[in-house]
């Protein structure tokens, strides 16, 4: 409990940062002969003042949104995502957080996005759920670029570089990064024909 605070003076990092020093840590033990895995716990419930979803507690119903949001941060250093059935924060309030899941479940979920050439092409590629038919968004301060999965780069639905979430795809598209200058934040993102599109934008930033 960090009481009345800010941000700032009460965290030493962001939910990426500490999934990101987990699994340092976890490189480390594995390094030292033990076979262990990072798992993330995907709450689903939040704070609530008037509408909490039991009789005791202040605890009430979260939506999709918080729950792609919440992936996206730890998904690239984990290789597990759960939550637990909660039956009253998954079935609680209009509509409950299991109509929403079962309406916005193909929506797509961007975890992480690299500068990475192939076949001499310079690119990004971008790890997530749900990338089908998908068209990666790339936007910086001289514009915005989109780009057809399907048409111009190349699907994997199953990496095997490393231990992955289930689920888990790696897509690329070519991108020419000399166009973004040295050390600006671009936002990437993915969207489906559906009109379906990635509710948290990466943010990325590669040094040139």
């Known amino acids: 409990m960090v009481g ?4 700032e003076t009460a965290y030493h990092g962001s939910t990426r940062d500490y999934y990101r020093a987990m699994s340092e840590a976890r490189e480390e033990m594995m ?26 507690g202040t605890r009430g119903k979260t939506d999709k949104e918080r729950l792609d949001q919440a992936v996206t941060m ?11 059935m909660w039956s009253d924060f998954m079935t609680c309030g209009s509509p409950s957080v299991e109509e ?12 992480d996005a690299i500068r990475r050439p192939r076949d001499a092409q310079d690119g990004v590629e971008v790890r997530g759920y749900h990338l089908d038919l998908g068209t990666v968004t790339v936007q910086w301060s001289g514009g915005t670029e989109e ?9 994997d639905t199953d990496p095997i570089e490393e231990e992955l979430p289930e ?27 559906s009109g379906q599109s990635t509710t948290e934008p990466l943010h990325v930033r590669i040094v040139t």
């Open 4 to 7: 009345e605070s800010t941000y």
């Open 31 to 56: 390094d030292s002969g033990y076979h262990v895995q990072l798992w993330a716990n995907v709450e689903v419930f939040e704070p609530s003042g008037d509408k909490p979803c039991a009789p005791t």
């Open 74 to 84: 730890a998904g690239r250093y984990v290789q597990k995502i759960v939550s637990y």
């Open 100 to 111: 929403e899941i079962v309406k916005d479940w193909q929506r797509p979920i961007a975890v």
């Open 147 to 155: 780009m057809d999965i399907a048409s111009v780069g190349w699907l």
């Open 167 to 193: 689920g888990m795809q790696a897509a690329w598209v070519p991108f020419d990064w000399t166009r973004v200058p040295a050390g600006e934040w671009v936002r990437i993102g993915v969207k489906l024909p």
